[in-house]
């Protein structure tokens, strides 16, 4: 199957609903004062599907490679934020446990992903030749 379309990434749609919940996770009440952390975990969620759909409209498959890899670091920096909103009574032990759940499961299928494409030999789509 050839994804034609960052929006088929089923790694792209996962962030995409990982920056969603993010967003309106930050809205309550809690979150208005602290506003620099509510802007970073919020920065750090959606650099996740930034970042793959960024790396994919390149055509190249080192440069989605290494787009993938900020992805899945910005998905682990979203993580401990998680665990630093939680230190300060933002969420719930049943949002951290959700929200951790959320990035681990992310942050490994954006490494499959790495490893699959790294294993395909495949250069990308703008070195085809005509």
């Given at each position: 199957?050839?994804?034609?379309?960052?929006?088929?990434?089923?790694?792209?749609?996962?962030?995409?609903?990982?920056?969603?919940e993010?967003?309106?996770?930050?809205?309550?009440?809690?979150?208005?004062?602290d506003y620099e952390f509510r802007s970073q975990i919020r920065n750090s969620s959606g650099s996740v599907p930034d970042n793959i759909s960024e790396g994919?409209?390149?055509?190249?498959?080192?440069e989605f490679v290494n787009f993938l890899s900020i992805a899945k670091g910005s998905c682990g920096e979203c993580r401990s934020q998680i665990y630093r909103a939680y230190d300060r009574q933002y969420l719930s032990k049943e949002q951290l446990d959700y929200f951790v759940g959320k990035t681990s499961i992310l942050c490994s299928k954006i490494h499959n992903t790495i490893v699959k494409i790294n294993a395909s030999g495949f250069k990308g789509t703008k070195f085809r030749r005509p």
């Amino acid at each position: 199957m050839t994804i034609e379309k960052f929006e088929d990434l089923i790694i792209w749609q996962l962030g995409r609903d990982l920056a969603k919940e993010i967003y309106g996770l930050t809205k309550s009440d809690c979150w208005k004062e602290d506003y620099e952390f509510r802007s970073q975990i919020r920065n750090s969620s959606g650099s996740v599907p930034d970042n793959i759909s960024e790396g994919f409209e390149r055509e190249g498959n080192n440069e989605f490679v290494n787009f993938l890899s900020i992805a899945k670091g910005s998905c682990g920096e979203c993580r401990s934020q998680i665990y630093r909103a939680y230190d300060r009574q933002y969420l719930s032990k049943e949002q951290l446990d959700y929200f951790v759940g959320k990035t681990s499961i992310l942050c490994s299928k954006i490494h499959n992903t790495i490893v699959k494409i790294n294993a395909s030999g495949f250069k990308g789509t703008k070195f085809r030749r005509p």
